[in-house]
């Protein structure tokens, strides 16, 4: 089969399309024919091998364990193994696994859900890791409540397009915080209010707020905090900066080792992928509440470009790599 394949870390150059082995089929797993796959950050850090903590993690010391990148997917289901009772073959799904930049993928069978007949491939497979951070973060560490104000840093893209929406769907009075070129699209799926960072330091206005989501971890904590209320808590997703060590982590750990000297709550997160959750978002998108945001599709043979695009900052929500199958054309 066709897949994206990768023997070293380095820059999307390192990045080639060849010919593999289908993967086997274990007994919980499910063999997807892949037809869309997502980007996102996790797939950057694990090209890059950065932070370094990444490869201490048991990614790889020196070379990448997982030579095929990609997690988040969308497609049909192939074969299925003995204990897998869920699905079974032609079954639409979508959700995550090692390997998804490929003609063939498998997946734990409680990493997947069906796909909602609502979205095409292309669409459920921007959802599962940014749709599972933002509600993860929103409803389980912001346990955000009707009413509340809840500020999304990083609106328009990724984790922040599903936040915005989610966010409203909980209930919330939601203010979304992108750069001028986006404040349009943040307005367009729910923010109440769109704050465009170059021109207005949130930091400093006069509004506080009961949940922050923070995406684009850049910002000190000092500062944020002024922007809380004071029973407040801060949700700090992934991260920028830090070196090339520990990246964003070390801003995350201060936070966990501050957070009981203040009142305000503070609380580092890394979603899991979880089939109920799944369902959750399938429900979200299904009521209407919930739509991904794709800036721009490329295919399987093109992820090195959809990567460099990436790397730009200037995406809008979430880039999609479309697969083709040879006996298709």
């Not at 599962?128 to 609106?155: E, F, H, M, N």
């Amino acid at each position: 089969m066709k897949a994206i394949v990768q023997d070293a870390y380095g820059s999307a150059n390192v990045l080639a399309l060849g010919d593999i082995e289908k993967p086997t089929v274990g007994d919980g797993d499910v063999l997807i024919r892949v037809h869309a796959a997502g980007l996102d950050p996790g797939v950057w850090h694990l090209l890059t091998g950065r932070p370094y903590l990444v490869r201490i993690m048991g990614y790889g010391l020196r070379k990448p364990k997982t030579r095929v990148p990609g997690m988040d997917l969308a497609g049909r289901v192939e074969a299925v193994g003995k204990d897998v009772a869920r699905f079974r073959p032609g079954d639409e799904v979508f959700g995550s696994c090692n390997g998804a930049f490929a003609e063939y993928a498998c997946a734990r069978e409680d990493n997947l859900s069906s796909k909602p007949d609502t979205l095409t491939f292309e669409q459920a497979a921007a959802v599962p890791v940014s749709g599972l951070t933002a509600l993860q973060g929103l409803r389980d560490a912001g346990q955000v409540k009707p009413g509340q104000k809840v500020l999304i840093i990083g609106a328009a893209g990724g984790v922040g397009t599903f936040a915005v929406q989610i966010a409203k769907a909980l209930g919330a009075e939601v203010t979304g915080v992108c750069s001028t070129t986006k404040t349009e699209l943040v307005r367009s799926i729910g923010a109440d209010h769109a704050i465009d960072y170059t021109r207005e330091d949130f930091t400093n206005g006069p509004v506080r707020y009961d949940v922050m989501l923070d995406t684009a971890g850049n910002r000190p904590l000092s500062r944020l905090r002024r922007a809380l209320t004071p029973q407040g808590i801060l949700v700090i997703i992934g991260g920028e900066g830090g070196g090339r060590w520990l990246g964003g982590v070390d801003r995350q750990l201060w936070a966990l080792l501050l957070s009981p000297f203040v009142s305000q709550t503070f609380r580092p997160m890394l979603a899991r992928i979880r089939t109920e959750d799944l369902q959750f978002l399938k429900e979200l998108v299904e009521a209407g509440k919930v739509t991904p945001v794709i800036d721009r599709t490329y295919p399987l043979s093109e992820v090195p470009e959809a990567i460099r695009h990436w790397e730009a900052g200037h995406a809008r929500g979430k880039i999609v790599i479309t697969v083709e199958h040879r006996s298709e054309t």
